[in-house]
């Protein structure tokens, strides 16, 4: 079993959104027995906290259901535990290369998925619009279906 942890600064808007897109898509496949997935946040302030409601009905929109999820912190052990570890944006790879210096698994830019090499990020809805909701959750669904391929091929 491979395992996938998604990080951004709250975990309450964008690493949720693609924690559980990434649980719909492995359902649709027939695959979540295969994959461990979670989310996690560098910041603490969310801690225990569900998604963001803005982020939680604009996935409902699309059948993906956030409701389940909890916000929590992630760790340096985080790091010998999940196989694949995704930072949203810069400033969250930053933050958690520190933690997990020495460990097993280093994270990654999680939109090099998509557009390698480019630094692109998962721009952070928090502060803005509805429209940042569902650019956030196209950008999901994108590196995820590269995601999953990798997994399986
Ligand atoms: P997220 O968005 O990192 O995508 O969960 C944010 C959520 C909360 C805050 C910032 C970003 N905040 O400052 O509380």
Partial sequence: MT?????????????PAAHG??????A???LNSQVRVDSAGTGDWHIGAPPDERMT???????????????????PGDFDDFEHVFAMDA??????QALAVGR??????YLDLVFPGQ??????????????FEEVLDLVEAANQ???RQILG
């Fill in 57 to 75: 009905a604009a996935a409902a929109e699309r059948g993906i259901d956030l409701n389940p999820l909890r916000a929590r912190q992630v760790t």
């Fill in 91 to 96: 400033r969250n790879l930053e933050d958690m």
């Fill in 21 to 26: 897109n990434f649980l719909k898509l492995l």
């Fill in 3 to 15: 395992s996938v942890l998604f990080v951004c600064l709250g975990n309450i808007c964008r690493s």
């Fill in 119 to 132: 630094r692109r990020e998962v721009p952070d809805p928090y502060f803005g619009g509805a429209q940042g």
């Fill in 146 to 148: 590269a995601l999953l």
């Fill in 104 to 109: 097993a698994n280093q994270p990654r830019l």
């Fill in 28 to 30: 649709d496949a027939g």
